[in-house]
């Protein structure tokens, strides 16, 4: 099984972080995560990652959700906040490319669905 550096490490981080609040489940049925909209994160290479990380854990076998946050940056010439469309960073109102992004790259694990047995 080929494991993908980056997407293996944040799995590993998040499934840590599942596993230590979930103690007194008896199964962990559904992980809701947060993903930035430009967090260049490849959401297949990680649920591939998770399902080997996951195997013999309260977390085999979890469906993950994820949640996508939306991108927003300011310019840094002219300070208004845009959504960046398409990938170009460039600002709508003046036109600059200085900008200073203020959400969008972020991974964080968001809820745990958990079932008692």
């Known amino acids: 099984m080929m494991f993908y550096p980056k997407e293996h490490e944040i799995a590993e981080s998040i499934l ?12 962990i049925s559904g992980v809701h995560i947060m ?7 490849r959401r297949d290479l990680f649920r591939s990652d998770w399902k080997e ?5 309260l977390a085999e076998g979890a ?13 840094m010439a002219c300070f208004q906040k845009y959504h960046p469309e398409g990938g170009e960073i460039h600002c709508p109102h003046c036109g600059s490319f200085g900008a200073k992004i203020l959400s969008g790259e972020e991974i964080f694990l968001e809820s745990i669905e958990m079932e008692n047995e």
């Open 35 to 41: 993903v930035g909209e430009i967090s260049e994160i």
């Open 16 to 27: 840590k972080d599942v596993l230590a609040k979930a103690q007194n489940a008896g199964r």
């Open 53 to 57: 990380l996951t195997r013999d854990t």
């Open 63 to 75: 469906q993950i959700h994820f949640h996508i946050v939306p991108a927003d940056v300011q310019c």
